[in-house]
């Protein structure tokens, strides 16, 4: 078990995993309740192949979940760059797109901790023992492929230009007019987190000027990583909020388009 | 454990060219040069390794280089060095120390050093108290941390060097932690080398080497304020008493007006000198801003003597005088020091300190982040609403081993001694800044000074083994007396840190240092005596119980020397002697030791000054401080000089 | 004003040792440490504990305090209820010499493991020039008091003996960072910080952050930028590529 309770290296002989008197056990468990929420509806929503456009209203609003919608089976006007994915139940319709996404969070070194700790329990908390009884961190395969967390990253900036797009889009109703309702508010702040969270990321950090070692001698490139330093502090929250922000696109989207609600309209 | 039972243990032994006791500053660099000379080095610490209380100092490190003024030069730094000191300084020694330190600031940028940097990429220096120019290099409040840190890497990087030389990194450097030297061995009145015990096990040990530098730092913990470690108990003094070498400038004391006073975990910690500088003001219980009740004659036409004025002065320099917090160190002590005797203090014994109400929140969050973090932390206490409690506290000690200026070699052959453990530079006060820089020149001269006196030696001397059976004797004395039931010593200590505390403080009268000698001797007495618990591994109780004998040997020669000087200079302020006298600054009170404990005090005529230095100072400023008559030799020199 | 708190203190050595009690007199505004140094003089004068300045500024006197890693002279008493037992043992990763004292001797071990400050080789002292943005990062880490809380809290070795041979801890992880970052260093440091020092252990969980006195942002400044100057060099096929094409596969260029 945990070398902290095994008293053979020298160390303090005590019994406990940990003398840890707070709720420490509270934050990783609420972690792996929520992620594990959020993975479901997630799975559900991008299997479902329903309710992500709104083909029945005046106005086009798109999921960021099925963006870009390039299966046989979207809607035409939710295919906004082609369609040559074959439709089948088993592939979500941005199946193209959906394992990058997925992946550039999975690497993405804040849900890593969340994970790690919420999962694995390595560690559940600071100076708590962990159950296992070997560590290799992320020395070897596969966890040494988190390494290639800046390819996703890469990947995430393109999707986010497509999401952008979507949201731009999204102004111009189906018979040319502009425009403007709840709905686009909520597809624009959702795209602005994303943003948030793809330019706050580490490797983006490192690319951006991080690398350099004298900031002195790139003064535009210093001004963006002192930018990006900014938003990376808040990495983290930027990690849920996006979540959320998805979740909520993801559901106004579907409610609108499944006829639960009609979308508050501000212009036309 | 019984003494009888430890004597015969086996004592671990070591042989080195160069024995260095403490690693602070002063103490890793003359390592360094050691090792640099090519000799076998070891480094002997109370601590661990890089916990010197060198990490304590937060201004900045004084060094000549003119990155900020370029009309700085060492002449100028010289001259506020002898200015600040009260001309009482060893001048050959403020002469090497200003005109070596920029090469020693400069050389801790190739060991990896980190300072603060000017917009054209050198070195940033900052204003400091005392000083013409921007002098101090610095980073942020952290500079003493840098300074050790980066030392302690150099000595990492050299065992590097070795290790890729012979396989070994400690060949040449050798760092032994948590070790207490307690005695000095001398044969033939030369250094032979040393004794003590590695805290951790309570094991003995002994080096035999020629040469043994001493860098212990100062001896605060001998007063019941101070913003000094639990190390500083004059060790380095004590030894060198001990040893027959000599203790010079004593009775100078440094205490720094501002520390805090509550809550007690945190009594006598700094609060830096900017606090008053951006517009912090003192009041007394009553509220009243005191200090412009404390304006001495010699001040009145410096100072602001209203509020008004001084209230200006913040925005408007030029045309307004300064307000009278900003007086030097030893007046704002004093004057909070008479307000808490009369009555007006603060419940805590202290003044009150405010910030609050001149600057914004934002303000003092920019310009005083660490005080504002060390008050909310420890005290509590929001700087930004409330205001702080304050009052003098122990801070440095200018007296220390009489040293060879040039070499760092004390009367004792063998015996070197650098930073706040030596005596002289800094004659009777210290300007701030001038530490860090001071323990980096002459922990460098040191380390030169005894590689080369090794180098001149024939041959080695011996330890007698009679002293070592001796030494561990004595370091075995406080397990023997708990049979007779001794008293517990930190008992004895907390009364002689009050002794000195409430009788050798910051103003000192002539009947309350007789009482305090007189105390002294009894506590002398009880010393001998106290006894302890538990056994020899790191117990704590018996470490306090060797260091107190240490304590009480150089609080007596602080005793003393303080009775015997009448006069006020410095930091030496005499109640019954208040003004400064031009005889006494030609007077050293050097004090030797008698016996285990008991100290001898004699005069010395001071050296007098090259013409050359002289000449760097206005006749009308050294008339306050020179006799006619050293002054009328000078002319008479200096006239000679040009024919 | 004052009280009895109830102080459960891990009294013991190597061999064996247990939690023992003391009631315990605190006052107002005191800290942990000044509680055990009235243990130390009245109930426990040999407890032995390691400390110096007592002002949060040298990092000696860690240790565990309800089971977080904590200097003990910033730990006020008025974080805990008066009714709350108080428990301190000492760092739990390292061997244990007395009471509260550790043998710190693996952090000494790793540090001397990192190659040292590589001075540029036509630079006399004197002649340094460097941006005060350049050294910003580096003077970051340099803040750190080497408390060894980091050390002792990252679950790498704290749970894993066997990690130490290879895994330098998250000081000296940094320590190497501070180095890559520092403009005037001429050694590439990198591909060591993988291969020799184990920057692949760390799972960036945060702990070390999360114990930090000094408030260094250990991870997201120090490991992670140090993860990605590693990916930099060995996995990045791009910059790889770039490197053969234009040539720039010397130290110095690479530093750039």
Redesign the interface.
Known sequence: MSSTTDASAGRAQIAERTLRTDRWWFPPLRDAILLVLWVAYATVRAFQQDWYFTADQNYNYLTPFYSPCFSVGCVPEASHFGQFLPDWWFLPYAAITLPFLLLFRLTCYYYRKAYYRAFWLSPPACAVAEPHRTYTGETRFPLIAQNLHRYFFYAAVIISVINTYDVVVAFINKDGSFGLGLGNLILLANVILLWAYTISCHSCRNIVAGRLNHFSKHPLRYKAWTFVSKLNARHMELAWTTLASLAITDFYIMAVSAGWISDLRIVG | MTASAATSEEIEHHTFDVVVIGAGGAGLRAAIEARLQGKRTAIITK?????A?T??AEGGCAAAMGNVNPNDNWKVHFADTMRGGKFLNNWRMAELHAKEA??RV??L????A?F??T????I?QRNFGGHTYPRLAH??D?TG??LI?TLQ??I??L??ED?AATGD?ESYIKVFHETTITELFKTDGRISGCFGYFR?TGKFVRFDAPAIVLATGGVGKSYSVTSN???YTGDGHALALRAGATLINMEFLQFHPTGMV?????KG?LVTESVRGDGGVLRNSEGKRFMFDYIADVFKNLYATTEEEADRWYTDPDNNKRPPELLPRDEVARAINAEVKAGRGSPHGGVYLDVSTRLSPEQILKRLPSMYH?FK????VDITKEPMEVGPTCHYVMGGIEVDPDTGMSVVPGLFAAGECSGGMHGSNRLGGNSLSDLLVFGRRCGLGAAQYVDGLDARPQVQEADVVTATERALLPFTTAAEGGE?P?VVHQELQKTMHELVGIIRKADEMELALKKLEDIAVRARTVS????R??????HLALDLRNMLLVSMCVAKAALERKESRGGHTRDDYPVMDPEWRKVLLVCSAEGEDNVRLERKEQVPMRPDLLDLFEMDELKKYFTGEELGGHRATAQEGAK | MSYWARFRVWRGDSEKGELVDYPVEVNEGEVVLDVVHRLQQTEAPDLAVRWNCKAGKCGSCSMEINGRPRLACMTRMNTFAEDEVVTITPLRTFPVIRDLVTDVSFNYTKAREVPAFAPPPDLKPGEYRMQQVDVERSQEFRKCIECYLCQNTCHVVRDHEENKQHFAGPRYLMRIAELDMHPLDAADRKRAAQEEHGLGFCNITKCCTEVCPENIKITDNALIPLKERVVDRKYDPLIWLGNKIFKRGDVRAAKQ
């Not at chain 2, 509550?262 to 945190?266: I, T």
């Not at chain 2, 932390?377 to 509590?380: N, Q, R, S, Y």
Request: aromatic share 14%; net charge negative.
């Open positions: 601590s661990l390794f890089g916990k209380h990490v304590m920029p090469d400069w050389e940028e190739t060991y990896g980190l603060d940097r917009p054209d990429g050198k940033s980073v942020g952290r941390l840098e840190r890497q150099k990492v990087s065992q590097q290790h990194y951790p470690s639990w190390e509550w809550p007690p975990s945190v910690i060390q932390e420890l005290a509590d517990n930190f302890v618990t538990g056994g591994a790191f117990n704590p109780n018996w």
